[in-house]
């Protein structure tokens, strides 16, 4: 796949995410309206992590470390009955793992909100419990959608998997307003939503995976759980568990910390990382999500010299969206936050809360993104232990960090330790890339020292935004007559402005410059421009 067509199915993806990913800002602003950052909020976000920690292991982990590579496999041979075999007893063995694992979480719930939310008083731990069990079905139902997309990945059909996310949101916002009324509190309501969102997100996809030809039913338990395919799935995996377990113990640990620092600081320390993981959703996942299987296929066929090219150009493209993103972030993090999360009791003190976490959250963005293009391209060589080792290491620092700083800096604390294994992870994961031989390291350095400079542009292009924004919201706030249109007027018009100044000023100096990959993509569009007169 070439860079032309590597930016066509990436920019399909990031048009479904980016109307995801708007969507999810305001399924946040609804639960910060209808939540805050009180106790009930803190309840649901202890719920809500406990199933959705499982889907990074069942969905995320298992598909992306293993699942498409063995997968990429069988369609190499061009065998659909073998490929059929294979699909059928993966279900199979999948959904046994996945039911009895919800089983088991709504009977343990209890066990899970005393380690997650250990200075809950009694009333919210029991809350907890109760969100826990009607959330936990949603760990079945998104990580058989998550197969699904695996599937339709490997053939290289990426839309109805981008579009599901914009689903599950309408149903978390829709469940929030219609349901709130009927339940006892509105955290029950989105829990509601939260499941229905799950179910969602798999039925819409079987059309999709009908459409492909390939026919597959449940197997039996003992060809389920023999499958040599099946076996080598769960041997690449099995280093992921240990990261897995690793993260979750992680999780637990920074869960614990954030708790001891005060009300609200969960929450407000989930709020920044959503507008974290905003930027990693539209395009830094988006991105990986393709260059996935084309690593994988190249690998396959040998193919090192156009591996290590679409390696050399994500890590760029990472740089080029990730660094401007993050300086902005760090000029207008409290203009941010308080336009998409300023309504009903998310008040003045939570935006300062989660504003002073973002700072923390958002100085690691590179370096999260830059894993996420890394990442598979071990799992593209079946190697599944290196990202496990960076992943392990890195948990232990964030840990560690966070212990040290939580008592001076509070939830700023918790923030920064994330970003400082963000930085341990991606460099050892570098030295690892070194292992096999195959990987040109002089030009995956080249692109480092490319981000490095990407940095310096951007820096520039913010001075304007650092010494007009206090100016342009100040005079656009005297026009404010109150209500929703003093919102619109005092924040979303001067962000607005602010937005365009400092995109036409980067998008300026990178034409002025001739940088590479803004050139490639100019040429590109007027070619198409051109090729449409």
């Known amino acids: 796949m070439s860079r032309q067509a590597i930016l066509k199915s990436s920019s399909l993806l990031v048009g479904y995410t980016m109307i995801s990913r708007i969507l999810g800002l305001v399924r946040e602003s609804v639960k910060a309206a209808f939540l805050g950052t009180t106790a009930l909020s803190d309840a649901f976000t202890v ?67 005393d380690i997650f939310g250990p200075e809950f008083d009694q009333q919210t731990a029991e809350e907890a419990v109760f969100l826990t069990q009607i959330m936990f079905p949603y760990l079945g139902f998104i990580s058989v959608a998550a197969f699904i997309q695996g599937i339709l990945n490997s053939l290289k059909i990426f839309g109805p998997s981008g579009f599901t996310p914009i689903l599950f949101n309408i149903s978390f916002i829709t469940a929030a307003f219609i349901l709130s009324p009927f339940t006892a509190n509105p955290a029950r309501a989105i829990a509601i939503g939260v499941t229905a969102g799950g179910i969602i997100q798999m039925l819409f996809q079987v059309p999709f995976l009908l459409k492909t030809g390939l026919r597959f039913t449940f197997s039996g338990f003992r060809d389920a759980f023999t499958h040599p395919g099946v076996r080598k799935v769960m041997r690449l995996i099995s280093p992921t568990l240990l990261g897995m377990g690793a993260y ?24 920044s990382n959503r507008l974290e993981e905003l930027i990693l959703g539209v395009f830094v996942i988006s991105l990986s999500t393709v260059i996935l299987p084309e690593f994988s296929t190249d690998v396959k066929e040998g193919r090192w010299d156009n591996f290590n090219k679409n390696l050399v150009f994500g890590i760029k493209l990472t740089a080029m969206i990730s660094i401007p993103a993050m300086i902005f972030t760090l000029l207008m993090k409290s203009e941010i936050v308080s336009l998409l999360f300023k309504f009903g009791r998310f008040d003045e003190n939570s935006v300062k809360m989660t504003a002073y976490a973002l700072t923390f959250h958002i100085s690691g963005l590179f370096f999260i993104a830059v894993t996420r293009i890394l990442f598979p391209a071990f799992y593209a060589q079946e ?30 604390g918790v923030a920064l330790a994330s970003t400082i294994s963000a930085f341990v992870s991606t460099v050892l994961l570098l030295i690892m890339l070194r292992k096999g031989g195959k990987i040109d390291l002089p030009a995956v350095f080249g692109a480092f020292s490319y981000s490095l400079r990407f940095l310096f542009i951007s820096i520039a292009c913010g001075l304007p ?12 706030s005297g026009y404010a007559t109150g209500g929703f249109s003093a919102k619109i007027m005092s924040e979303f018009i001067p962000f607005t402005m602010i937005t365009a100044i400092f995109g036409i000023t980067l998008m300026t100096v990178l034409i002025l410059i001739k940088d590479e990959n803004i050139m490639y993509i100019y040429d590109k569009i007027g070619r198409k421009l051109k090729w449409k007169k």
């Open 47 to 113: 719920a809500f992590l406990i199933p959705n920690l499982l889907r990074r292991l069942f969905a995320e982990g298992t598909i992306s470390a293993a699942f498409i590579p063995t997968l990429k496999g069988y369609l190499a041979k061009d065998d659909k009955k073998e490929t059929a075999q294979f699909l059928s007893a993966t279900l199979t063995f999948s959904v046994t793992i996945f039911t009895l694992t919800v089983i088991a979480g709504i009977v343990t719930s209890g066990i899970f909100v």
């Open 248 to 271: 979750q113990i992680n999780i637990i640990a920074t869960t614990r910390i954030a708790n001891r620092a005060g009300e609200g600081v969960v929450s407000s320390l989930q709020f």
């Open 383 to 412: 190697d599944t232990v290196s990202p496990t080792i960076a992943g392990v290491v890195s948990v232990i620092v964030n840990i560690i960090a966070a212990l040290l700083l939580v008592d001076s800096m509070k939830g700023g």
């Open 465 to 476: 935004v650092f010494f007009l924004k206090e100016k342009v919201y100040g005079l656009l």
